[in-house]
């Protein structure tokens, strides 16, 4: 992580803040429209004749030592549509003080005099789709501000979650994701494929939870503005990496055994984000809505 003490008057700095949380928002209304038409489209196969599926909306709280107000967001959460069975779409804008678990680990990431002053402010949008058809790919996708009073940094990434791999769809996926990065930087690509084929790795299972795509955390270049608009082109990148994916494998033909298949790669899924996701861990310990932070857990899962 590139350390820097915070120069910057604390207007610009709130104004960046502000900029950082709208673009977060406005990225999730995006994404749930797409996701809705994907719904309207589907008119074909077993589940065309769910009802369409909509994304119900609850606004969510962080849980404060004090009560005082510590921040929020919302959790939009669509299940058993046409062709997403379950997704998440969840924003959030917090503040507070860190627990003496997360002073440690921010330490340990290099986080500069996070224990002489523990406060904090994170803005982010957190994606995760369980879809209905087995040869249709899951897919995590999340992007995120994060500032202490002395420093700040971006983070996220997204990666495919298939349980029946396609390579021209990992190809297209990562392509998409490298796009992202070129625009900004030649080594960015190589260099988060690298670290999400690390982060997204199952050590207790010795293999990935899917075929990977982009992770970075703890960016800072000493650039705000272009550090920012590296991370709306992440988010950006999504939905053409994604939503061509759904479109081609949606009407595949799927029988139980490609049923079961997905079922147990949901287990997967789930052990990795209960045992090794730092923003599971973040999330839980920090004092937000549980049932936001664990929203990405599949609806069904099964272990053999």
């Given amino acids: ?18 900029r950082a949380s709208a673009w977060f928002r406005e990225l999730r209304d995006q994404i749930v429209a797409s996701f809705e038409a994907l719904e309207d489209s589907q008119t074909t196969g077993p589940t065309a004749t769910f009802p369409a599926g909509r994304f119900e909306v609850t606004e969510t709280k962080r849980a404060s030592d004090d009560g005082s107000d510590a921040g929020g967001g919302l959790m939009s959460v669509m299940r058993g549509g046409r062709v997403f069975e379950k997704v998440g779409v969840n924003i959030s804008t917090v503040h507070g003080s860190l627990g003496e678990a997360a002073q440690g680990a921010m330490a340990a990431r290099g986080v500069p005099g996070i224990k002489e002053n523990p406060k904090f402010w994170a803005a982010g949008i957190s994606l995760v789709a369980h879809m209905q058809n087995p040869h249709a790919p899951a897919v995590h996708m999340n992007t995120r501000m994060f500032w202490t009073p002395q420093a700040w940094w971006f983070g996220g990434g997204a990666d495919l979650n298939p349980c029946i791999e396609y390579g021209e769809d990992t190809t297209h996926f990562h392509a998409e994701m490298q796009r992202a990065c070129d625009a900004h930087d030649a080594g960015y690509y190589d260099r988060f494929k690298a670290w999400a084929d690390e982060y997204f790795f199952v050590p207790h299972r010795g293999r990935a939870r899917g075929v990977g795509g982009i992770f970075y955390d703890d960016h800072n270049t000493g650039d705000w503005e272009a550090d920012f ?21 949606r009407d ?8 079961d298949k997905q079922l147990v790669h949901r287990g997967l899924y789930a052990e990795y984000n209960l045992v090794y996701d730092r923003g599971t861990k973040f999330g839980l310990t920090t004092g937000h809505d549980a049932n936001a932070v664990l929203m990405s857990l599949p609806p069904m899962a099964k272990w053999v």
């Fill in 1 to 18: 992580m590139t350390e820097q003490m915070s120069s910057q008057m604390p207007t610009q700095m709130d104004d960046q803040k502000s």
């Fill in 229 to 249: 608009a590296f991370t709306q082109d992440v988010g950006r990148a999504f939905l053409p990496a994604f939503v061509p994916l759904t479109e081609k494998r």
């Fill in 252 to 259: 595949t033909v799927w029988d139980e055994g490609d049923k």
